[in-house]
């Protein structure tokens, strides 16, 4: 079975905090893709202090901000 993938717009990537080395940092996620074996992870990118990374996580790792300002900016779902 293929992989599903769920790829956002620039403009329309859902912000996100993202857990790396014990500590939730502001990001946007990317894409979704879902695994070999039904599971998913999140293509992020994120920020700690002054230094951008871009990493594929897994789902477990990603929550969404509060308020996140992404959703409805070119009308996506």
Do not use: H, K
């Not at 969404?64 to 900016?73: F, K």
């Amino acid at each position: 079975m293929p992989r599903q993938q769920i790829v956002y717009p620039i403009p329309d990537r859902p912000e996100c905090e993202v857990l790396v080395d014990g500590g939730w940092w502001f990001g946007e996620v990317r894409m979704w893709t879902q695994d070999d074996d039904g599971s998913w992870s999140a293509n992020v990118s994120w920020t700690r202090n002054t230094e951008t990374r871009l990493d594929a996580v897994p789902a477990a790792r990603v929550r969404p901000v509060e308020n996140d300002y992404s959703r409805g900016r070119t009308g996506a779902p």
